[in-house]
């Protein structure tokens, strides 16, 4: 098990950026793959961003395709999400997931895949 905590979050205009955080403890954090998932009000929680174990492949949702970038740091139990070009859909409490992965090198898209998750930070762009 993998302990999941996010910081980040905040208002921003449209237009704006972001940067979320996830800090994870334990010692085996290279061993999980990684995602961002989000859930707006009334609606499903929903994939954004994931990322390999060694960091080395990256994915997206086409809805944050080309504005948001994972990342993640294995030497600091770290991930990030840069949120650029931020847009007022963007709006939702965003949540730091991990699965813990064989080295498959699969992506996982939904939240059932993930075994482990952060308590979520509130982003909210206003227009």
């Known amino acids: 098990q993998v302990q999941l905590v996010e910081s980040g979050g905040g208002l921003v205009q449209a237009g704006g950026s972001l940067r979320l955080s996830c800090a994870a403890s334990?010692?085996?954090?290279?061993?999980?793959?990684m995602g961002w998932f989000r859930q707006a009000p009334g609606k499903e929680r929903e994939f954004v961003a994931g990322i390999t174990r060694s960091g080395g492949r990256t994915y997206y949702a086409d809805s944050v395709k080309g504005r948001f970038t994972i990342s993640r740091d294995n030497a600091k139990n770290t991930v990030l999400l840069q949120m650029n070009s931020l847009k007022p859909e963007d709006t939702a409490v965003y949540y730091c997931?991990?699965?813990?992965?064989?080295?498959?090198?699969?992506?996982?898209?939904?939240?059932?895949?993930?075994?482990?998750w952060g308590q979520g930070t509130q982003v909210t762009v206003s227009s």
């Open positions: 997931a991990a699965r813990w992965d064989r080295d498959s090198g699969r992506y996982y898209y939904t939240g059932p895949q993930y075994d482990n």
């Open positions: 334990g010692r085996t954090f290279s061993s999980y793959a």
